[in-house]
T-cell receptor, first 109, second 112 residues
Framework: GIQVEQSPPDLILQEGANSTLRCNFS?????LQWFHQNPWGQLINLFY???GTKQNGRLSATTVATERYSLLYISSSQTTDSGVYFC???????????FGTGTRLTIIP | DGGITQSPKYLFRKEGQNVTLSCEQN?????MYWYRQDPGQGLRLIYY???????QKGDIAEGYSVSREKKESFPLTVTSAQKNPTAFYLC???????????FGNGTRLTVT
């Protein structure tokens, strides 16, 4: 199956800082999604982004499918951004998604 | 508001007992999924259903069973055959195919 690697595994930042999270994958994909899991376990879909660039407020994501990576940018971090960020990807429907092990982001006031 | 409701939030059972986790969605989504999450790990697919009265095994279906009698509902039963049932269980839904996946708030199951 497709291998997924997220980096860094842990990231601690001061409130207001910017961050870049990376998701590398081993094969071509046509389905790639980013999720945020808050400290209470709730998973929120941030982006559906198999290719190209999208922006939603302070968050943006870019997937370069030909080079097999995706980046999630968080600008002007807030404490509510803390949690674990997962990328999930695959070829085909959502039943084919493989989840990475996540990047744990901690924002310090 | 549309969403996915999982209940209960916390569940405690004794070893050897079957337990059923509820998942209801009012998003009119065709596809529904059950995932398991263990500490420090990503999500793993247990079962999924793309249409009423049909469901397929995921990567870790052993010891679990599901039903899909209504479009809105996709309950998961954790049977006594599941060797390590203690975990965080997440239900999700989507329009089907390659489309954004949306999750419920999860059920934390502890079996002692």
């Amino acid at each position: 199956g497709i291998q997924v690697e997220q980096s860094p595994p842990d990231l601690i930042l001061q409130e207001g800082a910017n961050s870049t999270l990376r998701c590398n994958f081993s094969d071509s994909v046509n389905n790639l999604q980013w999720f945020h899991q808050n400290p209470w376990g709730q998973l929120i879909n941030l982006f559906y982004i198999p290719s190209g660039t999208k922006q939603n407020g302070r968050l943006s994501a870019t997937t370069v499918a030909t080079e097999r990576y995706s980046l999630l940018y968080i600008s002007s971090s807030q404490t509510t951004d803390s949690g674990v960020y997962f990328c999930a990807l695959g070829r085909g429907g959502n039943e084919k998604l493989t989840f990475g092990t996540g990047t744990r982001l901690t924002i310090i006031p | 508001d549309g969403g996915i409701t999982q209940s209960p939030k916390y569940l405690f059972r004794k070893e050897g007992q079957n337990v059923t986790l509820s998942c209801e969605q009012n998003l009119n989504h065709d596809a529904m999924y059950w995932y398991r999450q263990d500490p420090g790990q990503g999500l793993r697919l247990i079962y999924y259903s793309q249409i009423v009265n049909d469901f397929q095994k995921g990567d870790i279906a052993e010891g679990y069973s599901v039903s899909r009698e209504k479009k809105e509902s996709f309950p998961l039963t954790v049977t006594s055959a599941q060797k390590n049932p203690t975990a965080f269980y997440l239900c999700a839904s989507s329009m089907g195919g390659e489309s954004p996946l949306h999750f419920g708030n999860g059920t934390r199951l502890t079996v002692t």
